[in-house]
């Protein structure tokens, strides 16, 4: 089964407007990490977010944030004020404590920022 | 700023010769990671590890071995390399809260 579900494989938006990347996991250790990583044309992964599944609040950091619902098991990066260095690829991916915190990643999501 | 490096960050190599990537972080993080891309493709987990003298398969079968033997390092080894792994090998490290990816180095097998 699936463990991390990301159903869109490709994204446009307007720039300066916001975007919504949905991510859906599957998991029954109730200690567990949710990521979002940015990896450009260049290759490069970069961190932008991380959820803890304790954590009461949703995270933001800058211009990302993350809508964590945890009944639902989603974990959707809202990325506002979309601009043009923001196309690329994004990956959500999993960390779980019963899995010898194993990290694993969803297929992606391509974002194209449209001028 | 993460402090994990990969070397080489390109490589071509011949068939069947034995190839070593090599993955270093001064972050003192526990958890170490080795992924197989290929480009604009999902990221698959080959190899992990939680501690030192600890290694675990990925969900991705693969023909190359791993180490850890310090902290800092875990190289990942293929004996003899084939077309087949020809693509772009990710390593990362994890604590807690982050987790920070390398460079990557591309591998071409001719």
């Known amino acids: 089964a699936q463990k991390i579900t990301q159903t869109q494989p490709g994204m446009f938006v307007q720039e300066k407007e916001a975007v919504t990347l949905d991510c859906t996991y599957d998991t029954s250790d109730p200690s567990y990490g949710l990521f979002w990583y940015k990896q450009p044309s260049s290759g490069e992964m970069i961190f932008l977010i991380y959820q803890g599944s304790y954590d009461q609040q949703n995270a933001t950091e800058g211009r990302y944030s993350l809508n964590f619902q945890k009944a639902r098991k989603s974990a959707n990066l809202v990325i506002s004020a979309s601009q043009l260095g923001d196309s690329a690829m994004y990956f959500c991916?999993?960390?779980?404590?019963?899995?010898?915190?194993?990290?694993?990643f969803g297929s992606g999501t391509r974002l194209l920022v449209r001028p | 700023e993460a402090d994990i490096y990969q070397t080489p960050r390109y490589l071509v190599i011949g068939t069947g010769k034995k190839i070593t990537l090599e993955c270093s972080q001064t972050?003192?993080?526990?958890?170490m990671y080795w992924y197989q891309q290929d480009p604009g493709m999902e990221l698959h987990l080959i190899h992990y590890?939680?501690?030192?003298?600890?290694?675990e398969k990925g969900d991705l079968s693969s023909e190359s071995t791993v180490s850890r033997i310090r902290t800092e390092h875990f190289p990942l080894t293929l004996e003899s390399a084939r077309p087949s792994h020809t693509s772009q090998y990710l390593c990362?490290?994890?604590?807690?809260?982050?987790?920070?990816f390398g460079q990557g180095t591309r591998l071409t097998v001719v």
């Open positions: 990362a490290t994890g604590q807690n809260t982050e987790a920070f």
């Open positions: 972050m003192g993080h526990d958890k």
């Open positions: 590890s939680y501690g030192v003298n600890s290694t």
């Open positions: 991916a999993m960390r779980e404590r019963d899995s010898s915190y194993k990290l694993i």
